[in-house]
């Protein structure tokens, strides 16, 4: 069941529009309707200020001017957007439920890169896909051809986002189970930063692939063809593989630690509005400042 | 066959393959099942843990088990075990298969089918060839030698077989064995009905000549019981009961009924340990007792125990002409009074003038001395003889003085007198009776003289028209046809001044001979001309259309005509007058199979043989899908919730629960029909399909528009929402005071209950649940605790006639019985009945299952238009619980206009 964008918009529906924090904004600027508290290209009054020589003679603001005996020049706020490039896996390994009534990972990370676009694009933002888009898109035109692309069904979809050339100082958000080698995950954030793009990776796992709950004789046979495993009894296994996830999280929050990254685990038995919650928190960087 | 203690296996070599379990074992343990197929996308992670070697993973030791009990089974489903095998069979060769059919085999029918299934089954096991021979014979021409037959036909022939309405034949079976070829038979089996028919022995000779003889017998207690001929006594019917052996003591219900089956009076009786027979009389009153046209025996099923009656055994409405004249004077010794003592007990005798006589003709008219009929009269008095009316004359000193030519013979004038004073004569007495007189085994008293009498002018029939003489053989009792009717003389004066007749028992004999052959049945009156046959009755007793073979019969040799295939018993003639030809084993004829030699006596097995092979092959397909579903559980192919769904599904699909009591909102909203709840599962069951029948049926004629049928529990719901309660009575039920209560304070505020006992040998008594019969038993036991105003049957004019449909009776799926009503319903409810009480178990006529089609079958013979009757009677009711005594109103109507015109 494909995920629609009316879905991403109802999920956000609970929280305010988000603009992303942004000490540098990408080097793809585009105008944006949000002021960055400074003095730039804007619709929105900022300050007036005394006419210094070499002010243009259209900058003047005559009414203000015509108050006292001096000339004042009527500055405007700097507004701009931020540009978030998002990333959602849609490999064989993220269709996967373990139970009928959960939704396949895939579907949860639709949903939440659906209303994590939808929330940008209410704050004024700019959204793209790694690997697809050039450049990021506003108005929810772009919502709804996201929406569509991700319903398509897509052959051999890659786990992790291709290298990419990405604008500086955008940022980047990963959505996916990241079950690949740490080293792969570990390349691929410090490859980002180093392009200067700040990130936030989402691991989303059914509850089955944290909890390990198997017992007897299984045949585990993987999603992406990458072979079966018959163990004899299953329930032997579970704390060596608990360990084993464990230290794959802890080797990819490190890697994301180190580029100045941050992780955010979700279980599909969760509600996707804490997912989002978090997301958003860390976007606008409202976690750090509170 | 081998027989293992009370277990038996038809094919024990089967049981060999026993020896094969520890293989399978062996192997089912070897091969665990198949792994679970799990999806899992971190299978990668899984990859990089350190494999153990794991130890292989062994079936477990339930399944082991699992599936050897189901080898197992299998194995000894096969091999065909038999629970209490039947004994094998002694003799070889072909087995030839004797079946009395005759009347005595029909009342234990199935018990005797039953006692030969297991004998015939334990044959067939052992392919013996087989020969059937019933002994009653079957058509016309003489029976034929058995024949071979297969096995499929030999059952096929056993379950078509019914018993026939008349006796076996033995003499004709045995002559038809000798046809048989040598060696044509190896043994026999010989299912007897327990009666000599005079020719048992020889049939037993014969049969021991052509090897072994085994005789299938019941167990005492079984003997067939017979009727005798009904006589008309003064305050009913007697009539004797006989059976052949005097096996165990007997409970008996003689139930006389009318042309519809409805129980006119009845009779408990208690045959003795030691009695072969007794005779019963069944209370009648005279009015019930002509409309009595049959009389039979609960307990028993065979044409034997049924005993059907026609017009000789109906109370003849004598008139007896009379003008007055000297009764004033001497009352004590007219003619009149005579005749009049004298004719009562077995007639109803009228006395009236004669003319007023003829406007409603009896079936006799007595005319007393009278020798001229007026002139006024006589033609009406002719064609009234013309017309089959019975006329009797008595002569006198009028009669003698002038007689008229209304006579069988031609009378001198004057009459002649004997042993007087100036005679040498003595007074003559009576000749003994000629044997083809009607008065034929009358015995005259030599006590009994005639001193005066009137001559008949000599003629050549003179001695033909003569039924009695005196000893010097002048003509006492004279009698000529005339028309279709009968003319007869006494020669003498129906009071005591020419003769002692009139004081004398033979007088009332005479007379009831005389007035016996009125009504048109006279023996004398049937000719030679032939009897078609109306209705006939089967084997069983049950009285049915015309049977397949039938003949018409003499009318003169009716009483004389042993049953046959031509001539099964029954009703002949045409209904207006019809004749009974009855099944009579003379009572005193009965006798019980004498010891046969070389015959060996088998009773049935008290437990009967039961195949277990085909339990153990469904228990074994049960083990098998059980093992299905555990390895599809195992393999991970079956969720437990899907179990769970399955478990579900089950429960869902057991028979609907009978519907209990609803929400007050919905009963109050709704008009619902309520029954009571009695814990007998089919008596509920069927209370919920009658009353849900009647629903759709008041649903589709009537504007009550009635929800489901509701199931009452008297001691815990609330009644107040129901207008009527159908309560049919059963032994399982017993409500407790408290419930006892409720329901009378139920009735007591205008709630009707259908007391139903279901139970038709209640009787025509004095009061519901006066009969013996278990319904009655509860019924009083019930109402014992109830407050019940005086009863009545429903009059004719009461308001359950006319409340919806026109009714006058009122029949479920037995016709009959009587309803009961309260007699002054007070006016605080309308004039509505609280207490409908009756025996004929509506709920299975109303009853129909989801399609709409009837569930049970019907007792009487009305078919479709009973259960018709039956839903009507349901709907007048209901509209009576609910309308009250509107209806009744109704008759005020014509008044009403009245005083409207003016």
């Not at chain 1, 659906?114 to 919502?143: F, P, Q």
């Not at chain 2, 009028?398 to 013979?409: I, N, W």
């Not at chain 2, 046959?564 to 004749?579: Q, V």
């Not at chain 2, 004498?594 to 008290?606: I, M």
Request: glycine content about 10%; some cysteine; overall charge negative.
């Amino acid at each position: 069941m494909p995920v629609s964008a009316l879905q991403g918009e109802a999920l956000g529906a609970g929280l305010p529009p988000l603009l992303v924090a942004a000490d540098r904004v990408a080097a793809t600027v585009e105008q944006g309707v949000h002021g960055r508290r400074r003095v730039g290209l804007g619709d929105s009054f900022w300050q007036f200020r005394p006419y210094r020589a070499g002010d243009e003679i259209r900058g003047i603001d005559w009414r203000q001017s015509a108050r006292g005996d001096r000339l004042y020049v009527r500055e405007r706020e700097w507004e701009a957007a931020q540009t978030v490039f998002l990333w959602i896996d849609r490999s064989g390994s993220m269709d996967f439920r373990s139970q009928a009534h959960l939704p396949t990972k895939a579907e949860r990370a639709a949903l939440l890169g659906l209303a994590l676009a939808s929330l940008l694009i209410r704050g004024g933002e700019r959204v793209g896909r790694i690997g697809y888009d050039r450049v990021g898109y506003a108005g929810r035109g772009y919502l709804l051809s996201l929406a569509d692309a991700l319903s398509l069904p897509e052959a051999a979809a890659p786990s992790l986002p291709p290298p990419a050339e990405l604008p500086r100082d955008c940022r980047a958000v990963v959505i996916g189970d990241l079950l690949r080698p740490e080293a792969e995950v570990a390349a691929l954030v410090e490859g980002l930063a180093a392009a200067g793009v700040a990130g936030h990776l989402v691991q989303v796992l059914d509850p089955a692939e944290v909890d390990f709950p198997f017992t007897g004789r299984n045949r585990f046979i993987g999603l992406e063809g990458d072979g079966a495993l018959l163990v004899g009894r299953a329930e032997t296994l579970a704390d060596a593989y608990r360990a084993r996830l464990a230290a794959h999280r802890e080797a990819i929050e490190q890697a994301a630690r180190r580029a100045g990254w941050t992780v955010i685990h979700h279980r599909t038995d969760r509600p996707a509005e804490s997912c989002l919650l978090a997301l958003y928190l860390a976007l606008a960087d409202l976690g750090r400042r509170g | 066959m081998s027989a293992l203690g009370a277990i038996g296996f038809s094919a024990p070599w089967v049981l060999l393959a026993l020896a094969a379990l520890p293989a399978i074992w062996w192997l089912v343990r070897l091969i665990p099942p198949a792994p679970r197929q799990t999806r899992f996308p971190a299978l990668r992670l899984l990859l990089d843990l350190e494999q153990r070697h794991d130890t292989p993973e062994r079936t477990p030791w339930w399944l082991i088990l699992l599936r050897l009990l189901l080898a197992g089974l299998v194995v000894v489903g096969l091999a065909g075990p038999v629970l209490n095998p039947p004994p094998p069979g002694s003799g070889e060769g072909p087995l030839l298969v004797v079946i009395d059919d005759g009347w005595a085999a029909a009342s234990h029918w199935r018990e005797r089918m039953a006692a030969l299934a297991p004998r015939l089954a334990a044959a067939e096991a052992a392919g013996r060839p087989v020969r059937l021979m019933t002994t009653a014979p079957a058509g016309e021409g003489d029976m034929q030698a058995p024949p071979l037959l297969t096995w499929a036909e030999m059952k096929g022939a056993v379950a078509a077989l019914q018993p026939k309405p008349w006796a076996v034949d033995r003499k004709a079976a045995a002559d038809a064995l000798d046809d048989l070829p040598e060696g044509a038979v190896g043994e026999t089996l010989w299912l007897d009905d327990g009666v000599d028919d005079g020719a048992a022995t020889d049939f037993a000779t014969r049969l021991t000549r052509l090897g072994p003889v085994t005789r299938l017998d019941l167990p005492p207690g079984n003997a067939a019981l017979a009727l005798g001929m009904p006589t008309l006594v003064d305050n009913g019917l007697e009539i004797g009961i006989g059976r052949a052996l005097a096996d165990g003591p007997r409970h008996l219900t003689l139930l006389a009924r009318n042309e519809e089956g409805q129980v006119l009076g009845r009779d408990i009786m208690d045959l003795g340990a030691e009695e072969v027979g007794a005779s019963v009389t069944i209370d009648l009153p005279p009015e019930l007792r002509n409309k009595v046209t049959r009389i039979d025996i609960a307990e028993e099923a065979s044409a034997a125990a049924v005993r059907l009656l026609d017009g000789r055994w109906r109370r003849r409405t004598v008139g007896l002409a009379f003008e007055g004249g000297d009764e004033d004077i001497r009352p004590l010794v007219s003619e009149a009074f005579y005749l009049e003592r004298a004719m009562s007990p077995f007639a109803d005798v009228r006395r009236a003038p004669l003319a007023s006589l003829l406007k409603t003709p009896p079936s006799v008219i007595v005319l007393p001395d009278v020798g001229q009929v007026p002139a006024a009269l006589r033609p009406d008095l002719e064609s009234f003889v013309e017309k089959g009316g019975l006329l009797l004359r008595f002569a006198g000193p009028r009669f003698a003085a002038s007689a008229d030519d209304l006579l069988p013979v031609k009378i001198r004038q004057g009459d002649r007198a004997l042993g007087g004073a100036l005679s040498w004569t003595e007074p003559a007495t009576i000749a003994p009776f000629p044997l083809d007189s009607p008065f034929a085994g009358l015995a005259p008293s030599p006590e009994v003289k005639v001193y005066r009498q009137v001559l008949a002018e000599p003629s050549l029939d003179l001695d033909k028209r003569t039924w009695a003489r005196l000893t010097d053989g002048t003509p006492l009792i004279t009698a000529g046809k005339r028309g279709a009717g009968l003319i007869v003389l006494v020669h003498t004066s129906a009071n005591s001044d020419w003769s002692g007749l009139a004081l004398s028992g033979l007088y009332v004999d005479l007379l009831r001979r005389i007035v016996d052959l009125s009504d048109g049945e006279s023996a004398t009156a049937a000719g030679d001309h032939m009897l078609p046959p109306l209705a006939n009755l089967d084997g069983f007793g049950h009285l049915g259309g015309i049977a397949k073979g039938a003949g018409p019969v003499a009318a003169a040799a009716i009483a004389t005509t042993a049953p046959g295939p031509r001539t099964p018993p029954g009703y002949y003639g045409d209904p207006a007058a019809r004749r009974a030809l009855a099944l009579a084993p003379e009572l005193a004829d009965l006798a019980p199979l004498p010891d046969l030699p070389g015959v060996v006596v088998a009773l049935p097995e008290a437990a009967p043989s039961v195949a277990l092979g085909p339990y153990a092959i469904v228990l074994a397909l049960l083990l098998a899908a059980l093992d299905l579903l555990v390895a599809l559980r195992l393999g991970g192919r079956l969720a437990p919730t899907t179990l769970a769904a399955l478990a579900v599904a089950a429960l869902l699909l057991r028979p609907g629960a009978p519907a209990v009591a609803i929400e007050a909102g919905d009963a109050a909203g709704t008009i619902h029909l309520a029954y009571v709840v009695t814990g007998d599962a089919e008596t509920d069951a069927m209370s919920e399909a009658g009353l849900r029948g009647l629903s759709t049926a008041l649903r589709q004629r009537t504007s009550v528009e009635p929800g489901d049928p509701v199931g009452l529990a008297l001691d815990s719901d609330e009644l107040a929402f129901y207008p009527l309660i159908y309560w049919p009575m059963t032994e399982a039920y017993a409500p407790d005071p408290a419930a006892l209560e409720r329901i009378d304070s139920y009735i007591k505020a205008g709630g009707v209950v259908l007391f139903d006992t279901r139970d038709i040998t209640q009787g025509a008594g004095a009061m519901p649940g006066g009969g013996g019969s278990p319904g009655d038993q509860l019924l009083q036991a019930t109402l014992a605790h109830l407050d019940v105003p005086p009863l009545v049957p429903v009059p004719g004019d009461h308001v359950l006639t006319k409340s919806f449909y026109l009714l006058q009776t009122f029949p479920g799926r037995y016709e009959g019985g009587p309803l009961w009503v309260e007699a002054n319903a007070s006016p605080e409810n309308d004039g509505v009945s609280g207490y409908v009480i009756g025996p004929n178990d509506w709920a299975a006529a109303w009853a129909v299952d989801a399609q709409g089609r009837p569930l049970a079958a019907l007792d009487g013979n009305g078919g479709g238009r009973q259960r018709e009757m039956a839903l009507r009677f349901g709907i007048n009711l209901v509209i009576y619980a609910l309308t009250g005594n509107y209806k009744a109103d109704q008759v005020h109507v014509p008044a009403l206009l009245e005083r409207l015109g003016q």
